[in-house]
């Protein structure tokens, strides 16, 4: 299905202002539809013979659609649309005309223009029609809710065909809380209550007000709930602000361990201010959560930040037991060691500033590259270059991956660029760390260079580290391979990452380690989760 966006440019002349209008407008739009008991669609002219596309499309949360299918794609002209061409061409809303059937389902058809003001506050043209269609096969006595509703509905429409509504959304906010359901408030003009909800009502009776609300001045009200007097004014200013006819951010007042989200908005039918809709929400369990999280989230921080220390100190032991040890071959395996702790840290380091259990593995893999080359037993100078991006993974791929990566990239710098005395000598190749064979000559005319490279590809990881040195000896056999960094490679890949490795000749010499990891696991009864 295309977007509204894609329909609008596809078909219409639409300025690119214009959409964006019509997109805040799909955006906050439930409201109206949930206080109007209809489905909204959005309706621009195709052409000049007045046809119209359908571009998006809402159903109410409080009534039954007045549409089982989706209208958003069609293009409909002639009768059918009379209504929208009236709205479209007069600029007015219309209202008029008798019940029409979609199959079984009567439905009462109105038309609400769409202006974009202009940048001096003027109304501007039409741009569009708001189609309102209820569904009348539940027509019923309405109730003072649905009174309410209807009224504030009817306010809203005229706003959206002057051009206020909706109001500015401000950074970081959203549209999905609260809702007409949560709890709905009307005030007059002077900020006194004409109407609440039953849930309205619960919510601030949670926050300590047992009286009933109709008659109170609720920015008054609110500065007297409030245990903290800045929120109390914060939110005492945002009703008053709506009720100047402008639009403030969404506020919470917290009170005898309840928290309520408020959302005011401004009333202004033709331009004149008659009140203001205020929209609540109980969210005391929601920051309950939010809190618990928070707390859980530092623990685990915390944890990662001391598994790091205690790896940094078992480190710190094993590179102090290297110095006193007198084998050659002992210190070279101990400095191993060293450097495999090392990389595990990294992850952990990583975990202790993330707020979840999942690191950006690029930065991760840059600083392993860059010790490699710094640590590797070589005396030339070899180049670390990473291409694609691994993105973010989660903590179980990444601690395994890192030390895999670890001894690859050692093993590419120690086996692939040896020292200039040891190049006639028999020693395994890049990112292999093999079996002691002869192997030919790095070519002097190129630059030593080891590559790491990652694409996602359906939910699997493809890495491959690949560098232009001396290549795999001619009967390597990577299973009868016995270095120790070989077999933890092996290990790790194919049994934490549950992933595969190949060794194989470079497609222009040196040697080539391909991965591939799958990024999904495996939950406790075998489904999979990403």
Same mark, same amino acid.
């Given at each position: 299905?295309?977007?509204?966006?894609?329909?609008?440019?596809?078909?219409?002349?639409? !300025?690119?202002?214009?959409?964006?209008?019509?997109?805040?407008?799909?955006?906050?739009?439930? *409201?109206?539809?949930?206080?109007?008991?209809?489905?909204?669609?959005?309706? =621009?002219?195709?052409?000049?013979?007045?046809?119209?596309?359908?571009?998006?499309?809402?159903?109410?949360?409080?009534?039954?659609?007045?549409?089982?299918?989706?209208?958003?794609?069609?293009?409909?002209?002639?009768?059918?649309?009379?209504?929208?061409?009236?709205?479209?061409?007069?600029?007015?809303?219309?209202?008029?005309?008798?019940?029409?059937?979609?199959?079984?389902?009567?439905?009462?058809?109105?038309?609400?223009?769409?202006?974009?003001?202009?940048?001096?506050?003027?109304?501007?043209?039409?741009?569009?029609?708001?189609?309102?269609?209820?569904? *009348?096969?539940?027509?019923?006595? %309405?109730?003072?809710?649905?009174?309410?509703?209807?009224?504030?509905?009817?306010?809203?429409?005229?706003?959206?065909?002057?051009?206020?509504?909706?109001?500015?959304?401000?950074?970081?906010?959203?549209?999905?809380?609260?809702?007409?359901?949560?709890?709905?408030?009307?005030?007059?003009?002077?900020?006194?209550?004409?109407?609440?909800?039953?849930?309205?009502?619960?919510?601030?009776?949670?926050?300590?007000?047992?009286?009933?609300?109709?008659?109170? #001045?609720?920015?008054?009200?609110?500065?007297?709930?409030?245990?903290?007097?800045?929120?109390?004014?914060?939110?005492?200013?945002?009703?008053?602000?709506?009720?100047?006819?402008?639009?403030?951010?969404?506020?919470?007042?917290?009170?005898?361990?309840?928290?309520?989200?408020?959302?005011?908005?401004?009333?202004?039918?033709?331009?004149?201010?008659?009140?203001?809709?205020?929209?609540?929400?109980?969210?005391?369990? $929601?920051?309950?959560?939010?809190?618990?999280?928070?707390?859980?989230?530092?623990?685990?921080?915390?944890?990662?930040?001391?598994?790091?220390?205690?790896?940094?100190?078992?480190?710190?032991?094993?590179?102090?037991?290297?110095?006193?040890?007198?084998?050659?071959?002992?210190?070279?395996?101990?400095?191993?060691?060293?450097?495999?702790? /090392?990389?595990?840290?990294?992850?952990?380091?990583?975990?202790?500033?993330?707020?979840?259990?999942?690191?950006?593995?690029?930065?991760?893999?840059? !600083?392993?590259?860059?010790?490699?080359?710094?640590?590797?037993?070589?005396?030339?100078? =070899?180049?670390?270059?990473?291409?694609?991006?691994?993105?973010?993974?989660?903590?179980?791929?990444?601690?395994?991956?890192?030390? $895999?990566?670890?001894?690859?990239?050692?093993?590419?710098?120690?086996?692939?660029?040896?020292?200039?005395?040891?190049? #006639?000598? %028999?020693?395994?190749?890049?990112?292999?760390?093999?079996? %002691?064979?002869? /192997?030919?000559?790095?070519?002097?005319?190129?630059?030593?260079?080891?590559?790491?490279?990652?694409?996602?590809?359906?939910?699997?990881?493809?890495?491959?580290?690949?560098?232009?040195?001396?290549?795999?000896?001619?009967?390597?056999?990577?299973?009868?391979?016995?270095?120790?960094?070989?077999?933890? =490679?092996?290990?790790?890949?194919?049994?934490?990452?549950?992933?595969?490795?190949?060794?194989?000749?470079?497609?222009?010499?040196?040697?080539?380690?391909?991965?591939?990891?799958?990024?999904?696991?495996?939950?406790?009864?075998?489904?999979?989760?990403?």
């Amino acid at each position: 299905m295309s977007t509204l966006r894609d329909l609008a440019e596809e078909h219409t002349h639409l !300025r690119p202002a214009d959409i964006d209008h019509l997109h805040r407008i799909a955006g906050d739009w439930q *409201l109206l539809s949930d206080l109007s008991f209809a489905d909204l669609l959005l309706w =621009v002219p195709v052409d000049a013979d007045g046809t119209f596309l359908c571009v998006a499309q809402v159903r109410p949360t409080t009534a039954p659609t007045a549409y089982q299918d989706d209208q958003v794609g069609r293009i409909v002209g002639g009768p059918e649309v009379a209504h929208l061409g009236v709205a479209y061409s007069q600029g007015r809303i219309w209202r008029e005309g008798d019940p029409v059937w979609y199959g079984d389902v009567p439905a009462r058809h109105e038309a609400i223009p769409v202006r974009l003001r202009t940048a001096e506050g003027e109304a501007g043209e039409v741009i569009a029609v708001v189609g309102r269609d209820t569904n *009348l096969s539940t027509a019923r006595t %309405p109730s003072q809710l649905e009174l309410n509703y209807l009224t504030t509905a009817d306010d809203l429409a005229q706003m959206i065909a002057d051009g206020t509504f909706p109001p500015p959304r401000h950074p970081g906010e959203t549209t999905s809380a609260p809702r007409v359901g949560d709890g709905l408030v009307r005030l007059d003009a002077g900020g006194k209550v004409t109407y609440a909800s039953p849930n309205a009502q619960s919510a601030y009776r949670r926050l300590g007000y047992a009286s009933h609300l109709v008659g109170e #001045d609720l920015a008054a009200l609110h500065r007297r709930l409030a245990g903290d007097p800045l929120d109390g004014t914060e939110a005492s200013n945002g009703i008053l602000a709506a009720l100047r006819g402008e639009a403030p951010p969404r506020r919470e007042i917290d009170a005898r361990g309840a928290t309520m989200l408020t959302r005011a908005l401004p009333l202004m039918p033709a331009g004149v201010p008659i009140g203001a809709l205020v929209l609540v929400r109980d969210i005391t369990e $929601v920051r309950r959560r939010d809190r618990a999280l928070i707390t859980k989230d530092a623990t685990i921080r915390e944890i990662h930040h001391r598994v790091k220390n205690n790896l940094q100190t078992v480190a710190a032991l094993l590179r102090l037991q290297a110095r006193r040890v007198s084998m050659p071959e002992a210190r070279v395996a101990l400095e191993e060691s060293v450097r495999r702790v /090392a990389s595990i840290a990294l992850v952990h380091e990583t975990l202790s500033m993330s707020s979840d259990e999942a690191v950006e593995f690029d930065g991760i893999v840059d !600083r392993v590259a860059s010790a490699a080359t710094e640590v590797a037993a070589t005396e030339v100078s =070899v180049g670390m270059r990473r291409r694609g991006s691994f993105g973010v993974l989660p903590a179980e791929i990444a601690t395994s991956l890192v030390m $895999v990566l670890n001894e690859l990239l050692l093993n590419a710098v120690e086996h692939g660029f040896p020292p200039a005395d040891e190049t #006639d000598e %028999p020693r395994a190749t890049a990112a292999s760390g093999m079996v %002691p064979v002869a /192997a030919p000559e790095v070519d002097p005319s190129l630059r030593p260079e080891v590559v790491v490279s990652a694409h996602r590809f359906r939910k699997m990881l493809h890495v491959s580290v690949t560098d232009n040195g001396r290549g795999l000896p001619p009967d390597f056999d990577a299973e009868r391979a016995s270095r120790l960094g070989l077999q933890i =490679v092996r290990a790790l890949v194919t049994g934490e990452l549950r992933g595969t490795i190949e060794l194989r000749a470079g497609a222009t010499g040196g040697t080539e380690a391909v991965l591939v990891v799958p990024l999904a696991r495996n939950a406790p009864d075998g489904r999979s989760q990403a």
